[in-house]
């Protein structure tokens, strides 16, 4: 289905007017009037609610609470080689008892219970199970259960990076299964819980350039030798095939393509078809990971399915699902660990050697000191020649270390540990990289540079990395132990260290370009631009602070239903219903905010909302003046809190139909004070700062100071310390993208900051209201650093971590989650190289 930007809730002289041209007048508005007589026979229901987390059967006895802490305690015993809790590590246990606490507050012993049982079971069954990955790496309960196999006091990983406690939100356990047995764990959770209480999630595949072309071409009887003759002049960039209407537009990057359309009527014909069903979903797959499992039977909430192969799947995008408080497990299939798995039984068969792989430490030459049948006294020869690999560069094949700028770091480390590693990956970033902090860490790795501490509190925090801060743990350990920050407010500090920007001129209505902003600073700093309160949901207006040019960074573009569009880099946050998320979380599909501007003034005693709300009535037929019960209705509507609230809200939910790589372009951040987004070519965005917006900034700056200064750190080291957090913040807008002024309009974001306009942008509450709010800063971040992943057949792809790639699923993810995660990529056929 195509959207021409005309669906919406239309007013009744608007449905007049399309039906006047074939209806008389009266018909027309008994038609709109018995919009009312419908709806009353609508009985209320609210298909939202709190997550419906699947009710795990615990022993007669116990309650979820009590059960989760008798298996944990359990567990830890186990991990410890303890007989009785007595016997544990002091620290091992007031962490175990910290955490239990807080889950059990927060209400999540039911999810930890069921992700532990199914995990459990594949362990149980001789499955490969990953060793964790994400934030749940940092939870001791996890590894007390064998969710994950990382221990996080050993390691420094810290719980509130996985819950915070001063911040609820569901936790999120990505787990990977071999690839090859993934489906007995989704057989074992769906006879454990109800065939009708578990499905998999669909996702939609939608017809791209080329695959229109050749159908349409076919329905049309065109010759297949011309349908592809013409197919192979659309180029592939970044995976992606040239959208038909660039193709026919001045900026085709093939002119005989465009010249065959403009003086062929029958080509002409043929592509004005195609370009009318491009972007379609075509057919439909299965979620490569996520399983819903509900408390529920999922028939009553959601609409099911079955696939090809007899599987369940819903036929609501992901993020609906998680609207309806539907829980999603992901359930990864994994084939490194399938050749891992397939690798370790050609040892046990050719060396007689069994490896137990869960028991194998990080460490790697202890690792290769355990078998089965006792150490090896010896670190085998050909375990020394790794490190002789890595310090000459010899990285093809070795991911995240395969990129030109990464194998020259490498060199130049001469790493002799994975520690070193993981070091070099995290500053490995822009913030990091501006700030010279890898020359720094190789320095002083060979003794050729002192390894200092600015104050003594940091020894223990960066002694691992010497000296340079390179870890979100060692911020929050600095907030922790320097500042006096409890965990639960240092991860909100280490939040605030990332973020982005967009804008609307409030005092004009007229959108600004940050490029126009950016050309004029002294002009537009303190010009108020419209902005969302998170509280109130209201509009508001707001003067920019600040404006940063951000040098040349990777784009990608959205375009929603209603045919708005936006670029931006693929960490830049937008509003979702599920809060705030990076553009990398969204699918096509996605529901994404955007802003309703409805400027009112009025000076009667009739309300801002009421207005809106009688309008809202109007357009759908509840209030017309062929009813008898319009004042009763309108005194009725006045009362109903979800009306109220869909009149108050100054936000809409768009579905994103579109999220495509445009290539690299010039980008631009902006500060706004008070609140941390506004609203961009109508989306609601995250303010440049987001999480590190200016006045959350500095109010964390004062605090940490304050903090620092309690404890005997001296103030201009703790302003340093605080200066080097700052590094590690990198999102940005592309060029061009539209922000909406007070003062100026529509501007583009990279004008802004090139003329540094001081303006006024509008943003968006957490709630859905817009208000408005000033530009505080720009940022330049520089150039991005780009990766080269080797393919199957020895083809390369060079682009930045987070660069989407269309999978054979057609989801679009970033290409390191995709190798991570051991997915297809799309085959497309590749006219001309791409670098």
């Known amino acids: 289905m195509r959207y021409s930007g005309t669906e919406y809730l239309k007013s009744a002289e608007e449905m007049a007017q399309l039906f006047r041209d074939h209806l008389p007048d009266e018909v027309i508005q008994e038609a709109i009037a018995n919009t009312l007589e419908v709806a009353d026979k609508v009985k209320r229901y609210d ?86 990955r994400g934030s749940a790496a940092g939870s001791l309960v996890a590894y007390s259960l064998k969710i994950t196999n990382i221990d996080p006091v050993h390691h420094g990983l810290l719980f509130e990076r996985f819950l915070n406690p001063e911040r609820k939100s569901m936790p999120d356990i990505d787990t990977d299964f ?24 669909i996702t939609f595949n939608r017809m791209t350039s080329k695959a229109v072309l050749k159908d349409v071409a076919r329905v049309l009887n065109i010759p297949y030798g011309e349908s592809d003759r013409m197919a192979k002049m659309i180029p592939v960039s970044r995976g992606k095939p040239t959208k038909l209407k660039v193709m026919i537009s001045e900026k085709t990057p093939t002119p005989e393509f465009r010249d065959a ?47 090809n192969e007899g599987a369940v799947i819903t036929q609501y995008f992901m993020e609906d699902l998680e609207s309806l408080g539907l829980l999603k497990m992901d359930f990864l299939g994994l084939k490194n660990l399938t050749t891992i798995q397939k690798t370790a039984e050609l040892i046990r068969q050719h060396q007689n050697i069994t490896l137990d792989l869960d028991q194998l430490p990080l460490d790697e030459r202890k690792a290769f000191e355990i078998v089965a049948k006792g150490e090896i006294k010896k670190i085998p020869d050909d375990i020394k020649q790794t490190y002789t690999v890595l310090e000459k560069g010899e990285l093809e094949g070795i991911f995240q270390l ?51 501490y600015q104050h003594p509190l940091l020894e223990p925090i960066l002694k691992e990395t010497y000296g340079t801060l390179c870890y979100q743990e060692q911020i929050m350990k600095m907030a922790q132990d320097l500042a006096g920050y409890s965990l639960g407010q240092a991860d909100l500090l280490r939040r605030c260290l990332s973020g982005s920007t967009e804008i609307i001129d409030a005092e004009t209505g007229r959108l600004v370009s940050l490029k126009d902003i950016a050309s004029k600073p002294e002009y537009w700093l303190g010009r108020e631009v419209l902005s969302l309160d998170q509280v109130t949901q209201k509009i508001t207006q707001q003067p920019i602070s600040e404006i940063h040019p951000n040098g040349v960074r990777d784009v990608w573009e959205i375009i929603t239903k209603t045919n708005r569009k936006i670029k931006a880099t693929a960490d830049h946050r937008f509003y979702s219903l599920l809060g705030w998320q990076p553009l990398d979380q969204f699918k096509v599909g996605s529901r994404i905010g955007l802003a309703k501007i409805l400027p009112l003034t009025t000076e009667s005693d009739i309300s801002d909302a009421q207005i809106k709300l009688t309008a ?46 445009v290539g690299q372009e010039e980008v631009f951040d902006l500060s706004i004070s008070q609140t941390h987004n506004l609203i961009a070519n109508d989306f609601i965005a995250h303010n440049c700062m987001g999480k590190k917006k200016v006045a959350e900034m500095e109010k964390h700056r004062e605090i940490f100071i304050d903090g620092a200064a309690k404890n005997g750190v001296a103030k201009r080291i ?49 709630n859905g209201y817009v208000y408005t709010q000033p530009i505080a800063q720009w940022h330049n971040r520089g150039e991005q650093e780009v990766f080269e992943y080797l393919l199957e057949d020895g083809a390369t792809i060079r682009a930045t971590k987070d660069h989407k790639f269309m999978t054979d699923e057609d989801q679009m993810l970033p290409i390191d989650q995709i190798f991570e995660q051991g997915l297809e990529l799309k085959q497309v056929e590749v006219l001309q190289p791409v670098f």
């Open 47 to 132: 298909i939202m609610g709190e997550p419906r987390i699947p009710n795990y059967p615990v022993p007669k006895g116990h309650s979820a609470d009590s059960y989760l802490e008798e298996v944990t305690w359990d567990g830890l015993l186990e991990r410890m080689g303890c007989r009785s809790r007595s016997d544990i590590d002091l620290v091992y246990k007031e962490r175990l008892e910290y955490e239990l606490k807080m889950m059990q507050q927060m209400g999540f012993s039911t999810y930890f219970l069921v992700v532990w049982d199914y995990i459990k079971y594949a362990r149980d069954q001789k499955i490969p199970v990953g060793p964790g």
């Open 261 to 307: 359309y403009l003086n062929n009527p029958e080509v002409q014909r043929w592509l004005d078809m195609a370009i009318r069903i491009e972007g379609t979903n075509k057919t439909f797959g299965v979620h490569a990971a996520g399983v819903v499992i509900s408390s529920e039977p999922l028939d009553e909430i959601v609409p099911l399915q079955v696939n």
């Open 718 to 766: 703790a302003e340093e310390l605080f200066e080097q957090m700052i590094l590690f913040a990198e999102y940005c807008l592309s060029y061009d993208t539209q922000i909406l002024t007070v003062e100026y309009g529509a501007v583009a974001i990279g004008e802004i900051v090139e003329k540094q306009i001081e303006c006024t942008v509008y943003s968006v509450d957490e």
């Open 402 to 452: 395969e990129s030109s700028g990464m194998r020259q770091v490498v060199r130049e480390l001469k790493p002799s540990s994975i520690e070193d590693i993981s070091s070099i990956l995290a500053l490995y970033r822009p913030g990091p990289l501006d700030a010279g902090l890898i020359p720094k860490f190789i320095n002083r790795k060979h003794g050729k540079e002192k390894v200092e």
């Open 616 to 661: 809202y009535l109007i357009g759908d037929g509840h209030l017309s003046t062929k009813s008898p019960y319009r004042v009763q209705n309108f005194a009725t509507a006045l009362q109903d809190k979800a009306l109220m609230a869909i009149a108050e809200s100054d936000v809409f939910w768009d579905e994103i139909v579109s999220i495509e790589y």
């Open 178 to 201: 071999c690839i090859e047995r993934r489906d007995e764990v989704i057989e074992y959770v769906t006879h454990k819980y109800g065939a009708d209480r578990v499905a998999q999630i």
